[in-house]
């Protein structure tokens, strides 16, 4: 069985994948990214991202969105949608033009408005905002940040509210706060804030994205107690972008090492009630988003260039297999 048929035997809604649009011409990619019994759920890395969906003011295309969904669709993979608000990948016209507050409020809902309505239903989870806040807890500094103030992250997530299906859970999604620290603090501050207000803020996920590196230090108890920060408060939780890098060269002792650190990734999610599936950041090591981030590391990923499965995919299987 495949790690998303296991995981589902495990207690989670699904084990996915984010799909990259720059390899969908790669078979041996399409048949795995698609194959349901290895994933049930897949993210676009990039097709729904601000400079891809309204490339020009109030001008939307979906082309690369669709490029994902659509065959994920046919497959009956669920689909974690990424990402209305964030601080990269806007377009020209949108970063290069002074705004006024209530001309930028407009150009976010109309944003999320349009994308919301044709994504309609068919996301299991939306990440509304992404990366918000810096290391130390403070708040990012962005464009909506300085231009609409604080208050953006509410407005967001009212307006996704607004338009997209009721069933659809609005997430916030961020890295490093994959442990009890100042940024994952930060964030249960803004859940307290937004659940205790007269009019709640509606939000129902807190997406930890868990980039890892091999062997530093991230344990099976500081992930779980992580999540529970925010299943604590009745909202879901889920890994959202998990990879493992490796600085380079890899080794075969490194390989066990990055294998017991997705193992204890993946088994926090299972074993905290509330944290519903995880997703890794692609599957396939050439298309992984780390040796351009990273250089000297990589190999993050569960299959090796030559579509071999790595060391870590047995043992998050094997894992698997004992619930
Ligand atoms: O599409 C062009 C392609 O036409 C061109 O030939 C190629 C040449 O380099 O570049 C392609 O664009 C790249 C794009 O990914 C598509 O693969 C960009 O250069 C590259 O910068 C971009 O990187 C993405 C990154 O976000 C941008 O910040 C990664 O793929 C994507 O995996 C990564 O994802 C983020 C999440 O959204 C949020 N959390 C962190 C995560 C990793 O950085």
Known sequence: PGLDVLAKRAGLLYFGTAIDNVVLDNEQYTS???NRAEFGQVTPSNGQKWMHIEPQRNVFNYTLGDQVSEPGKAAGQLRRCHTFVWHNQLPTWLTQTTWSKDELIAILENHIRNEARHYYDECYAWDVVNEAFNDDGTWRDTLWLRTIGKEYIALAFQFARKYVSPRTR?????YNIEKVNNKSLAVEALVTDFLGRDVPVPIDGVGLQAHFVTGRTQRYNQTVAALKLFTQHGLETALTELDVRTVLPDLPEKQEQQAADYTNSVQACVDVEGCVGVT?????????????TFPGEGNALLWDAGFVKKVAYYRVSDMLRGY
């Open 170 to 174: 609005l997430y916030y999604n961020d």
């Open 32 to 34: 795995i990214a698609h």
């Open 280 to 292: 890794v950041w692609d599957f396939w090591d050439p298309v992984s988003w780390v040796p351009e």
